[in-house]
């Protein structure tokens, strides 16, 4: 059964489509499929065209934290 899985994994590995150009994937540099499509995806996150969204809460919970780290009393 172990081996079932192993095989549907590599299977799965190897019909992997690149997220930028849809090419299959290189094994080397998965989930793209070359070292252009890899940049273009780092290239997206820097700039802010992909984000994480965050919630009101994490947000008040980064500012509790940047406050406890002064003298100041937070506001």
Do not use: N
């Not at 019909?15 to 995806?41: H, Q, Y």
């Not at 984000?51 to 980064?62: G, L």
């Amino acid at each position: 059964m172990h081996d079932a899985k192993t095989s549907k994994e590599t299977t799965k590995r190897a019909t992997a489509k690149c997220p930028i150009c849809g090419k299959p994937a290189d094994a080397v540099l998965r989930p793209f499929c070359s070292k252009r499509c890899a940049d273009v995806d780092l290239h997206r996150w820097l700039s802010g065209i992909y984000v994480v969204p965050v919630t009101d809460d994490e947000e008040e919970d980064e500012r509790r934290e940047e406050s406890d780290g002064r003298d100041e009393p937070p506001q």
